[in-house]
Each structure stands twice: as C-alpha cells, then as structure tokens.
C-alpha cells in the first residue's frame, strides 16, 4: 500500500478505535448512586413536564407581578437544582426537584435556585428578544427572580431590561428575613434591595472598583452571588476580581469591611484579559485577587467568622479557605468526584450532615461527597448544564462544619448565630498546607487543557472527552494530514 495512504488509515483507525473505546468505558456521568431518601437517581427529567404561562410585563425599567400570597406550602425535601440550559447556555433552562419533577417557566435560562420559608421556590432568571427594553434599543434581554408555587405556578415576579444576555443577567437572588429581596445586577454591576417591586437598596460596585465609562457595555466584573451572613451584613462574589466582599449596609450606603484574596501584588493579568477589570487611572494596576486562591469563582458559602467555601470554577475545583493571622488561605481542596475532574465547578455547599454539595456545571452532574472524597449521591442533569443546587429543607446556611482544621480560624462573630448553630471544627490537618482529594492531575497538562477549552465553547461534547482523548486525536490528525501530503508529494 502507498506509504501516505497507509499512513492516512492508520490514523483513521486510531482515532475511531480510541475514541470508541473511550466511550464505552466510560463510566455513568450520573455515578448511579442512591440520593438521600435512599432512592437512586441518575436520569434526567423531562423539563417539558409542567409549563406556567409567561406573565405580561410592561416596557418599564423595573417590572413585577404579584399574585395573593400563598397559603404556607409543606417544606420540600430532597436537592433542587437550577439548570442553566441544555446543551448550551442560553436556552432550555428550567428548574427541578432531582429525579421528582420539574417547574419551567418561559424563559431561556435559570441560575440561582433555592426554598423560601412558605414552601414556594425562588429562581434567578433571564429571557432574551423581548421588546420592553427601557434604555436600551430592541430586541433586548430581561433578567430577574421568579416565586413559583410547588405546581409551577408564577406568584411573583420581578424583571428588568438588561444591553445583553451575555454576561449580563441576575445570577444569584435571595429572600430577607423582612420579606424583601437582595440580588446581583452584572449588567450595571451592583447589589440591590427588592421590596413590593421597587429597587430599596443599591451598592454600586464602582465605589470600590475602578469603573468603565459605560460598565452595560463590557463584562467588566461580573457580580456574581450576594448572601445575606449577618443583620445588613452581605458575602459578595467578583468574579473577574478573584475576590469575594465583606459589605456592610449603612444606612444609605454600602461599606466593604473585607476582601477576601485581597490583591497583594503580582501579575494582574487574570483579571485584566477579555475587556474585564477596568484600569480608570492607567496605573498598570487594578483589585485582582491570587488566582492561585481562586478564580473565577461562584456561590461561595459563608461557613462562620474565618471560613468560607467557595466554588472556584476557573481552577476545576472546590476550596475551603481560613483566616489565619489575618490572611485568608486555602486548607482543603476537592478536584473531582467518581473518579472523574470537576468542569468548571460553580456552587457548593457544606450540608448539616458534614459532606459537600457541588454543582459541575459543564460535568452537567450534582454530588455529594465526603470531607475525604468519597461520594455518597450524584446526580445527572442529562446534556442539561447545571448552575446551583440546595439541599432541601435546610438550603444554603450561613453556616457549617469545617474541613482540614485542629483548631477554628481566627475571625470575629459575624451575628448569625442568632439560631444557636455554631460552626463546628472536623479533626483534620494542621490548616497550613492544603488537604486535596478527588483525581489526581493530568500527566497530559496541555492536552488536558486543550480539552477544558474544547468542552467550554462546546459543552455539548460528551464527558469522557478529555486530556488523553484530545492527543489521541492530535495525533490521528498529523497522520492523516500527513498522509496525505505525502501521498500528493509522491505523485507530483
């Protein structure tokens, strides 16, 4: 056979018998195990099930609907999951009860999800091509919060226009103890109030970033998640910043008391690429927080004065950090679970029971695992790219047991304790270096990564493709390639 013929089958073969093996050993993304209430739970639901009827909003900034409150509703159990969309990120979102039953409205995408104290549920969202733009030219995007009741009935809604639907929507929402609403806005980057419709309450990320002329008009920090830990005390995540914010409300205003991976010098080019972080002054120099720490980080959780856990998404794993002698590190860290690596991570939870909860969104699987590694439930979302899930009835709590600690972090009471909880100190390492679990890293680095970006732009693509599938199929490519340039060669 001709030597570039023979070359091009060669590397035919490698690439369909590779690829092929690869997928039929690979393992269920769902990990088939039993979830909490003991039922197994691996399949996707169909998000079609149950539908509620788009309620009609007005071309106004700032929109709602109310219905009558509702009689208080049995609390749910089991995980709730909000799922971004199917098999992209910018449609075929909806919200579910894991492997019971799903609640879909009619809007593209859905994000933060979690259980209000009635019974109902609360789901950040966001729709585009609408029509009622406000400032902004039509067709536009709305984003917002959703109340559902548990038939999948809209009880209240809350929606404003937004320049875009990318990087521009409501990602996280949560109910105050006084019945209103705070939230994130990344199209105008700022944290805000909600009560009966209206806007009470704004912090503008611009008192404490260096601002754009226009921040509509660039994904300049993408304010990510907002949890209330204390009495006007709020946890806020900056995602292009590396850095989560201690923000205390002041009457009218808003005061950051503490960063967390505070910039401390080095390069800040993590923060400064792809048009984000915004250097006003041309100092060269701009907040942006170690990478190394975290970044590009989701949903962190407050664990207690001196702890937090956070879902650092641009590093493919979840990282507990303490404060130790007034310096925020990282002492515990998860990189996957089953045996296969996080993909781009972006929530997690620390449970009453002690394991950990996590959403690996372009995994497109929810998992529980031990403090060790091991996992106890997983569950799959289907070609769905899952975004937050809460365990139900407690949710997310301001509050949780520690990992890799023999002693608790120094910090000072944050005032959420008012239930009697307290965080509690699991038996661990020294809290000096960090305890990591879940699969080891790839012996194909630059494969592996190759492959992380593959699966970003087509999350698509199915899960077992990763580093060592990648080289495989580089190097069927030079074969062909070079097959057939060398076949052609020959018969000039």
Partial sequence: MDRGLAAVAVGLTLLVVGLGASAVAAPDPGGAAADPDGVTTTDTVDPTETATTESTETASTASTQTSSPA??????????????????????????????????????TY?????????????????????????????????????????????NRFSFPVRTSHNSEVHDVEALPDGGFVLTDMDRERVMIVRDGEVTW??????????????TTRDWLHVNDVDRIGDGRFLVS?????????????????????????DRGGSDASCTEGARLYDADGDGDVRCGNPDAFREQHNPQWLGPGAVLVA?????????????????????????????????????????????LVTDSRGRRVVEVTESGETVWSYS?????????????????????????????????????????TATVTPGGTGTEVVEVGPGESRLPVF????????????????????????LSAASLLLVVGGVVDAVWRRR
Avoid: K
């Fill in 238 to 262: 900056v995602r292009n910043a590396n850095q989560l914010l201690v923000l205390e409300r002041r009457g009218d205003d808003g005061e950051v008391v503490e960063v967390i991976n505070a």
């Fill in 381 to 421: 979302t289907g070609n769905g790219i899952v975004y937050e899930a809460d365990r139900l009835p407690a949710g997310e709590r301001p509050r949780g047991p520690l990992y890799a600690s023999d002693r608790p972090p120094t910090g000072v009471d944050d005032g959420t304790a008012t239930d009697g909880r």
């Fill in 202 to 215: 704004q912090w503008n990320a611009s008192e404490f970033y260096e601002a754009p002329p226009d921040p």
């Fill in 111 to 155: 994000f933060d999800v979690s259980s209000l104290s009635d019974g109902r549920l609360l789901a950040a969202w966001m729709d585009a091509g609408r029509s009622e733009c406000g400032p902004y030219e039509s067709p536009c995007a709305r984003t917002g919060f959703v109340v559902f009741d548990q038939e999948g009935a809209v009880v």
């Fill in 448 to 471: 592996g990564e190759a492959a992380r970006l593959v699966r970003a732009g087509l999350p698509w693509l199915p899960l077992w493709l990763r580093g060592p599938q990648v080289a």
């Fill in 312 to 356: 650092d998404s641009g590093n493919d794993r979840v990282v507990e950090l303490h404060r130790r002698n007034g310096v925020w590190r990282p002492v515990w860290a998860l990189t996957g679970a089953n045996g296969r690596s996080f993909s781009w991570p972006r929530d997690a939870d620390r449970l009453p029971n002690g394991n950990t």
């Fill in 71 to 108: 009689s208080t509703q049995p609390s749910l159990s089991g995980t709730l999951v909000g799922v971004q969309g199917s098999g992209g990120y910018m449609s075929g979102g909806y919200v579910e009860l894991a492997g019971e039953r799903v609640l879909r409205d009619s809007v593209d």
